[in-house]
């Protein structure tokens, strides 16, 4: 077991009072066997109200209405956890599908087939394209799952984007590059073009640059698999994911959990300055 401090903050400065519309926050990690919230809180200006409950996909989402109008939002949020999670290759696969192909089981089959959906239907050409260059004909399942992973790791280099939302999966295989969001989402449309059920997982990593402060929040990819459940990997650093990753919201879409989502009504042509400064720390 091993203790976090994560500490997050999201600053918005505007360049006139303005009307704040409600706001969606996912700062929260996801509790289960693996992670215990020691202690939480929450901290937000200007004046308003906070109304906690979980979305379709279990995730705390806390929606916030504002009761005053500002020139500032400031969305600070303090956790400390206990993290559990095994090692990451400590696991053992149903026998069925230790091999790939393999069909889910009819009992799981409902429940997974939304995660099997593509969202980029008219990218698939392109994607089994790539597939078919990664040579994966005839590899047991975990490991055929691990060499794609570490492909998006070496073949494609990362690059940070303070835009909106995700590159479509055409667009990285275009350019070669993306951020980790961009990585998760192709890997998750890849896996999904080879018959997998896989989902979004937005939330924190524990690495050098996290200690020092003035990271960001992470993204990687969740595989459901027989035996063993979702099984986390990290296309951005080609590893399995384990303790140094906790996840805070997962997804079909990875459009629709941004940590913080909202809108405004002002007055004015100037875009407003937006902070976000991440740290997670190791406690003793």
């Known amino acids: 077991m091993q203790r976090l401090h994560i500490k997050h903050l999201t600053e918005y400065l505007f360049p006139t009072h303005v009307i704040l519309n409600p706001h969606r926050l996912l700062l929260r990690p996801r509790e289960g ?20 409950h979980r979305d379709v996909f279990d995730n705390s989402l806390a929606i916030v209405n504002f009761l005053e109008r500002s020139d500032k939002l400031t969305i600070a949020s303090e956790v400390i956890i206990q993290h559990y999670a095994p090692p ?4 053992l696969l149903e026998d069925y599908a230790v091999n790939y192909p ?12 939304v995660f099997q959906h593509p969202i980029f239907v008219n990218d698939s050409q392109i994607i089994n394209d790539w597939l078919k260059q990664q040579k994966i004909c005839g590899m047991q399942t975990f490991g055929l799952l691990v060499k794609l992973n570490q492909a998006i790791n070496s073949q494609f280099h ?11 999966p ?7 590059s993306g951020s980790c969001r961009d990585y998760a989402t192709l890997f998750i449309e890849a896996c999904r073009c080879l018959g997998f059920a896989s989902r979004f997982v937005s939330g924190y990593l524990h690495a050098p640059a996290t200690e020092a402060g003035f990271a960001t929040t992470h993204a990687w990819v969740e595989i459901y698999l027989p035996g063993t459940g979702w099984k986390g990997f990290d296309p951005t650093s080609g590893e399995v994911t384990g303790n140094r990753h906790i996840a805070v919201a997962v997804a079909r879409d990875p459009e629709t959990v941004p940590p913080v989502s909202g809108s405004f009504i002002g007055s004015g042509t100037r875009m407003p300055r937006m902070q976000v400064n991440v740290q997670v720390s190791l406690l003793a």
């Open 158 to 168: 990362y690059q940070m984007r303070e835009e909106a939302g995700v590159q479509s």
């Open 88 to 91: 990451p290759y400590d696991f």
């Open 170 to 176: 055409a667009q990285t295989l275009a350019q070669r």
């Open 102 to 113: 393999f069909s889910y089981s009819v009992g799981e089959q409902i429940d997974l087939a």
């Open 33 to 52: 066997h693996d992670v215990r919230i020691e202690t939480s809180k929450l901290v937000i200006t200007p004046a308003q109200n906070i109304k906690w």
